[in-house]
C-alpha cells in the first residue's frame, strides 16, 4: 500500500467515524439512529474484512463514504425532519421533507455502481449491455428487499418504527422510493461508467 493510498485510507476514517460521532450525540431518537446507521456499520465492516484481498476503486470508496454520510445524517435527525430539507420545503412548497428520496436515490446510485465493479472485475457477464440490464435488476431488488425489512421492522416494533419509515403520510411511500432507487441506478450508470472504467485499469 502507498503513502497516499495510507493518506486516503485515514482521510476516509476520519470523515466516516466524525460523522458517526456527531449522529450518535443526542439523536432524535436512539432506535431510529440504530436502524438508520446499522447498514453504514455493514458496509465498514465488509469494507475492512475485504480491504486486502478486493480494495475497491477510488471512486467507490467516496460514493459509500457519501452513501454512510446520508445514512448517518436521516439517523440523527430521522429521515423526515432534517432541518435543511424541511427549509427547502418552504421554498419550493414541498408538502413533505424530502430528504427520504435522496436517501432512496442513493440506495440507487451507489449499489449500481458496486455492483458493476464486482461483475467487471470477476467477469460475471462480460457483455456490457446484459450486465447494466442485470445491474440494475440488482439494484431494484436491493431496494424492494429495504422496503420488506422496513415492513418487518414496522410489524415487529409498531409504532417504534414510524420514523423510521418516514412515509409522512404519503400512501405512495413505498412505491416512489423503489422508482427514486431505480432512477439513481440509471443515473449512476450514465454519469460513472467512463470514470469507473477508466479506474477499473488499475485493476485488470
Not at 79 to 99: C, H, I, K, S, T
Not at 171 to 180: A, E, H, K, V, Y
Amino acid at each position: 500500500m502507498t503513502r497516499v493510498g495510507d493518506m486516503m485510507r485515514n482521510l476516509w476514517l476520519a470523515v466516516f467515524f466524525t460523522v458517526l460521532i456527531w449522529s450518535a450525540v443526542n439523536p432524535k431518537d436512539y432506535f431510529t439512529w440504530f436502524l438508520e446507521v446499522f447498514p453504514a456499520l455493514i458496509g465498514l465492516a465488509v469494507m475492512a474484512w475485504t480491504y486486502k484481498t478486493f480494495p475497491l476503486t477510488p471512486l467507490l470508496y467516496t460514493l459509500i463514504l457519501l452513501h454512510c454520510i446520508i445514512l448517518m445524517v436521516g439517523g440523527h435527525y430521522t429521515y423526515a425532519e432534517v432541518p435543511l430539507f424541511d427549509w427547502l420545503a418552504e421554498v419550493m412548497g414541498w408538502q413533505r421533507n424530502n430528504y427520504d428520496k435522496v436517501g432512496h436515490f442513493t440506495q440507487g446510485f451507489v449499489p449500481v455502481m458496486v455492483a458493476r465493479e464486482i461483475v467487471i472485475r470477476k467477469n460475471i457477464i462480460p457483455k456490457p449491455a446484459w450486465r447494466n440490464f442485470f445491474i440494475v435488476c440488482f439494484c431494484l431488488a436491493f431496494s424492494a428487499f429495504y422496503e420488506l425489512i422496513e415492513w418487518w421492522v414496522a410489524i415487529s416494533t409498531g409504532e417504534g418504527a414510524e420514523a423510521f419509515l418516514g412515509t409522512q403520510g404519503y400512501i405512495w411511500d413505498t412505491q416512489s422510493d423503489m422508482g427514486f432507487a431505480l432512477f439513481g441506478a440509471a443515473v449512476g450508470l450514465l454519469l460513472l461508467s467512463r470514470w469507473h472504467d477508466k479506474q477499473l485499469q488499475g485493476f485488470q
